[in-house]
T-cell receptor, first 112, second 118 residues
Framework: GENVEQHPSTLSVQEGDSAVIKCTYS??????FPWYKQELGKGPQLIID?????GEKKDQRIAVTLNKTAKHFSLHITETQPEDSAVYFC???????????FGKGTMLLVSP | GAGVSQSPRYKVAKRGQDVALRCDPI?????LFWYQQALGQGPEFLTY????????KSGLPSDRFFAERPEGSVSTLKIQRTQQEDSAVYLC????????????????FGPGTRLLVL
């Protein structure tokens, strides 16, 4: 079945450092790859997304890259701040169907 | 504007009880999704509605789980004869368009209902 693998499961960085989270997916027909941030007790919030016709997208300190050949995509956060601390989930849609399959999440801790 | 709301936020049930979880999607959103999120895991798809039609229920774990959206807006997820393994956060999400019209439409999530079955 469809599968999204996410690494690492936890990531600790110092404030100001960069953080990178990587995901791989199983279905070469996947065409939409969102990233969600989930804070404790809250629902996931979309922070950035990328579609299969684009290789990279950037929004201020956040960027996402997509390598369709290798079937992996990554989230890059630069100049991290303590308020970036949360669980981050990657997701993908499969075969053009918009129901999302999520990775298992990465707990990011940014220390002051 | 108002986002997706869910109620109750927390529910404690004794094993064997029935529970009903409510989702109010963003006004005008055609698509509504239910997900189950176990502790320390990512959300997993349960079921999908386009307006009042339940087009996909392939993720429902058993026939104890039932969802409806009779008027194409508010949705209820019902779990009958709850079991301990049903303990999880139940997330509702909505998106503006239907699945076929815009693959990759942004899904907006509610805060979830945390269900604990004792």
């Amino acid at each position: 079945g469809e599968n999204v693998e996410q690494h690492p499961s936890t990531l600790s960085v110092q404030e100001g450092d960069s953080a990178v989270i990587k995901c791989t997916y199983s279905d070469s027909a996947s065409n939409y790859f969102p990233w969600y941030k989930q804070e404790l007790g809250k629902g996931p919030q979309l922070i950035i997304d990328i579609r299969s016709n684009v290789g990279e997208k950037k929004d201020q300190r956040i960027a996402v890259t997509l390598n369709k050949t290798a079937k992996h995509f990554s989230l890059h956060i630069t100049e991290t701040q303590p308020e970036d601390s949360a669980v981050y989930f990657c997701a993908a849609t499969f075969s053009g169907y918009s129901t999302l399959t999520f990775g298992k999440g990465t707990m990011l801790l940014v220390s002051p | 504007g108002a986002g997706v709301s869910q109620s109750p936020r927390y529910k404690v049930a004794k094993r064997g009880q029935d529970v009903a979880l409510r989702c109010d999607p963003i006004s005008g959103h055609v698509s509504l999704f239910w997900y189950q999120q176990a502790l320390g895991q990512g959300p997993e798809f349960l079921t999908y509605f386009q307006n009042e039609a339940q087009l996909d229920k392939s993720g429902l774990p058993s026939d104890r789980f039932f969802a409806e959206r009779p008027e194409g807006s508010v949705s209820t997820l019902k779990i009958q004869r709850t079991q301990q393994e049903d303990s999880a956060v139940y997330l509702c999400a909505s998106s503006l368009a239907g699945l076929a019209s815009n693959p990759g439409e942004t899904q907006y999530f509610g805060p979830g209902t945390r269900l604990l079955v004792l």
